[in-house]
């Protein structure tokens, strides 16, 4: 199986146009992150497990699919995350969320966790992370090493853009989880920022600097 899957659809390709547009106020960059959310959640949630249950229609009863097992869990690494996640749970409204603080220290780059809470039956559940870059991985690593210390052991990350060297620390750290994005773009530059990219995502989501 595929490690990394871009999703092609020509409505993410052209929301991510729009939003690479240094142009783009801070109220279209937010919008349009919550829009992609929702089409990547449709992606990543593409081979859920279904079982048959006895359903009555007006006309009659029949054996119908529904979702098997319990609930997935959305985990956004804040903050830019969660700029994914609304649209998110427009797609699966009953999914459990997951908050992870980390932030990158401008020195080093490394991830620095300030916060933590997840559903205490994570391990039972799907794990599906949300950042919108995968830029040096760093954040990304730490969020999943956070999580299977819990004991989650199926869990998928879903970004917006990645970075070759995200893909390759990623997918070294952790073989096991699958990730999805719109676009690989060519590499990081030297403050380790996605090129061509779109800047901070955080940033253009809230208008800070």
């Known amino acids: 199986m595929e490690a990394v899957t871009v999703v092609a659809h020509p409505l993410v390709q052209h929301k991510l146009t729009l939003m690479r547009d240094k142009k783009r106020s801070t109220k279209g960059f937010r ?18 497990p ?21 609930k997935l869990v959305f ?18 409204p009953s999914a459990r969320v997951a908050h992870i603080g980390l932030y990158r220290d401008p020195e080093t780059l490394t991830a620095v966790e300030y916060y933590f809470k997840a559903p ?9 992370v949300i950042d919108p870059m995968l830029a ?6 730490a969020a999943i090493d956070r999580l299977k210390d819990r004991g989650a052991r ?5 970004c ?10 990623l997918t070294s750290a952790h073989p ?27 940033d253009r989501m809230y208008g800070t600097r």
């Open 75 to 92: 985990a956004p690494i804040l903050r830019a995350g969660v700029g994914m996640l609304d649209g998110m749970l427009s797609l699966v």
């Open 31 to 48: 919008q349009l992150l919550n829009e992609i959310g929702m089409l990547l959640a449709y992606e990543v949630t593409r081979d859920l």
């Open 176 to 202: 096991d989880v699958r990730i999805w994005t719109a676009a690989i773009d060519t590499h990081l530059n030297d403050h380790g920022y996605i090129v061509p990219g779109l800047g901070d995502a955080g």
């Open 120 to 128: 205490s039956d994570v391990a039972e559940r799907l794990v599906v």
């Open 160 to 169: 917006l853009l990645a970075a070759p060297e995200g893909i390759q620390r």
């Open 50 to 70: 279904l079982e048959l249950v006895e359903t009555e229609t007006p006309l009659t009863t029949m054996m119908a699919p529904t979702i098997a097992g319990k």
């Open 136 to 141: 040096t991985a760093n954040s990304a690593v």
């Open 154 to 158: 199926d869990i998928r990350f879903v």
